[in-house]
């Protein structure tokens, strides 16, 4: 059960996701995953440069202060990646969910034309 609300849950994820960013095409998708990577670059640079002047720092209040920086912009590089993530995942999915739309589509043609066979049934 616990499997199921976990699935139900990264699925919900996903759609609030798509609903965010309005993401409607595999286009959409590619272009937020460039920016979002870019954005990453950028992040890391930033966590880098931290780093280097916390190692470089002498004063323990600095380094404090250094350290509290760095955990922030590691909160915002993890958010980033998740992104990322969910856009990889979104990508992937798309041709399964044309298979399973298109599953659908069938299986409601073929009762239309089952409901259609019954009513010319009882014409005659």
């Given at each position: 059960?616990?499997?199921?609300?976990?699935?139900?849950?990264?699925?919900?994820e996903?759609?609030?996701?798509?609903?965010?960013?309005?993401?409607?095409?595999?286009?959409?998708?590619?272009?937020l995953?460039?920016?979002?990577?870019?954005?990453?670059?950028?992040?890391?640079?930033?966590?880098?440069?931290?780093?280097?002047?916390?190692?470089?720092?002498?004063?323990?209040?600095?380094?404090?202060?250094?350290?509290?920086d760095i955990i922030?912009?590691?909160?915002?590089?993890?958010?980033?990646?998740?992104?990322?993530k969910l856009?990889?995942?979104i990508?992937?999915?798309?041709?399964?969910?044309?298979?399973q739309?298109?599953?659908?589509?069938?299986?409601?043609?073929?009762k239309?034309?089952?409901?259609?066979?019954?009513?010319?049934?009882?014409?005659?």
């Amino acid at each position: 059960m616990q499997k199921e609300v976990k699935k139900m849950e990264f699925y919900s994820e996903q759609i609030r996701f798509m609903c965010k960013y309005k993401l409607e095409t595999t286009d959409a998708v590619d272009e937020l995953k460039t920016k979002k990577l870019r954005e990453k670059q950028v992040i890391l640079n930033k966590r880098n440069k931290l780093y280097y002047h916390r190692n470089k720092c002498n004063n323990e209040e600095e380094k404090d202060a250094f350290t509290k920086d760095i955990i922030i912009v590691t909160d915002m590089l993890k958010k980033v990646k998740k992104e990322i993530k969910l856009c990889n995942v979104i990508y992937n999915n798309v041709p399964e969910m044309k298979q399973q739309i298109k599953e659908v589509e069938d299986k409601e043609q073929e009762k239309e034309q089952e409901q259609k066979k019954k009513i010319g049934r009882y014409e005659l």
